[in-house]
């Protein structure tokens, strides 16, 4: 079977959840490889096999993660050139989709971004994507027809599943172009520490919208979050309002998630919001307004003061954890 690219989405050799979930993609449409870029693969290497990496392509020159993205769609284009894989799958973080373009002028191939879904093609036809477009109104299935696809595939668009192999590693040897050395990373600063899962990755998320009511009160909203082991967001009225950092907005202009539950608390269901929410599968709305839109795409509603509503929330789920 054919190579399926895998570009490791990782810190320090740290392989985040997403990329994971893409081997597991990967194996459906073919042979999943690993291409690991900058540091730490000694770290990521079990874990790469536990997923069911084939191979790994390795590309650890220290001048690939001192610059911005540039470097890494270089060292990529050179893989896939090597390869000739029948896809190449990112996450769709900012930075995965920014690599993916630089990637698609490279091959000249088509691209696809934001998958919720990724599955093989009838009759060898390459792969087949699902993606909500239009502010999450419409769902469509859309494939490339030129050159190698090229796919962002959104957090939690799979379950990962372990499958274990021993692959083959080879190293890379990647000539950076000066036009890939225009911006150089001067400094880093490590994100401090919620304890809470990253909000993008996360497979319940909680977010307070205007009805939260103060910065103070997100404390109802965090309280639930941690009791779920839920990631904490935050709609744009809250951030606007200097309620909670705009790191933790969810929508149109903020961050886009796909977790397993979203709860939304005091949150109308703007169409800005819902753009950066509704391919969630399970959502559960919280608002004392019984026509908030919010309630039009609920799996489960609740009409009622989520001051009221979330501490008993939370206090029950506690009491079921502790027994």
Do not use: C
């Not at 540039?70 to 050139?81: F, G, N, R, T, Y």
């Not at 890379?172 to 890939?180: G, R, Y």
């Not at 225009?182 to 993008?200: C, I």
């Amino acid at each position: 079977m054919a190579e399926i690219l895998v570009l490791v989405d990782h810190s320090d050799g740290a392989v985040r959840k997403t990329t994971t979930e893409l081997l597991t993609i990967a194996r459906r449409l073919g042979d999943p490889a690993a291409v690991f870029i900058g540091s730490g693969y000694e770290r990521a290497k079990d874990t790469l096999a536990s997923f069911g990496a084939q191979k790994v392509y390795l590309a650890e020159d220290p001048e690939l993660t001192d610059y911005l993205v540039a470097p890494k769609a270089e060292a990529l284009a050179l893989v896939a050139e090597r390869a000739t894989p029948a896809a190449i799958l990112l996450t769709s973080s900012a930075e995965g989709k920014e690599i993916a373009g630089r990637l698609a002028i490279k091959l000249d191939a088509g691209v696809l971004t934001d998958a919720v879904d990724v599955v093989a093609g009838e009759n060898g036809g390459g792969p087949v994507t699902t993606q909500s477009v239009f502010a999450g109104n419409y769902t469509v299935e859309a494939k490339v027809t030129r050159g190698t696809p090229i796919i962002t595939v959104k957090p939690n668009a799979a379950t990962p599943e372990q499958a274990p192999a021993q692959p083959v590693e080879e190293k890379l040897d990647v000539a950076v172009s000066d036009q890939a050395k225009t911006a150089r990373v001067v400094e880093r600063t490590a994100r401090t520490q919620t304890g809470r899962p990253d909000l993008t990755e996360a497979a319940i998320v909680v977010s307070g919208g205007r009805g939260v009511g103060s910065a103070e009160n997100f404390a109802v909203v965090e309280a639930l979050a941690d009791a779920l082991g839920a990631a904490v967001g935050a709609s744009r009225a809250a951030v606007d309002s200097g309620w909670y950092p705009h790191a933790y907005q969810v929508g149109q202009t903020g961050k886009t998630v796909s977790p397993q539950l979203y709860v939304a608390a005091g949150i109308s269901g703007a169409i800005q919001h819902r753009a950066g929410m509704q391919t969630s599968r399970t959502i559960v709305a919280v608002n004392k307004d019984a026509e908030a839109p919010i309630f039009e795409m609920a799996d489960f509603g609740v009409v009622g003061d989520l001051h009221t509503v979330l501490p008993q929330a939370t206090q029950e789920i506690t009491e079921r954890k502790g027994s």
